[in-house]
């Protein structure tokens, strides 16, 4: 039995200054859709800007985060499982991502948008791991860095 008999519509689902995601359209099809599309994009976002790099990190990240969460999008299911998301990854065209992560990215803080920022994701998490989060916490790089990044954009 599909799980969506309702046939309710989950491509939308993008939050408030999350437009630059619009021109991804929802490549799923038939009635097993169960997530907003355009919540998981934010979540992915989310979790990789916070340093996650595995569909598993993302998952825990978003089961760690979920109140925050719940501020910008209304997840109606839940958190989608690691497996969701790696499926919608496999069918999204990552060059239509990137530019799309890349003009979001210019939307925050447009000085950014032109350059090319390498961030090791190692660094970035430090000797955190997953177990040591707290709710509300988010990987930060290191001072210095950082620094270095709020010099170059002003």
């Known amino acids: 039995m599909p799980r969506n008999p309702e046939k309710i519509d989950y491509s939308g689902g993008l939050p408030e200054r999350f437009e630059a995601f619009k021109v991804i359209e929802d490549p799923r099809t038939g009635g097993n859709t169960r997530h907003h599309f355009g919540e998981i994009l934010f979540m992915v976002v989310s979790a990789m800007l916070c340093g996650m790099n595995g569909f598993s990190e993302i998952e825990h990240f978003c089961q760690k985060q979920i109140e ?17 998301f790696s499926n919608l990854f496999q069918i999204i065209d990552p060059d239509e991502f990137k530019e799309c992560l890349i003009a979001h990215i210019g939307t925050l803080q447009p000085v950014l948008r032109d350059q090319i920022i390498a961030l090791d994701g190692k660094r970035l998490r430090g000797s955190n791991s ?25």
């Open 68 to 84: 925050w969460l719940k501020k910008w999008i209304k997840l109606p299911h839940g958190i989608p499982r690691a497996q969701t």
């Open 130 to 154: 997953l177990a040591d989060w707290n709710e509300g916490s988010c990987v930060r790089p290191p001072d210095r860095e950082r620094d270095r990044l709020e010099t170059q954009a002003g």
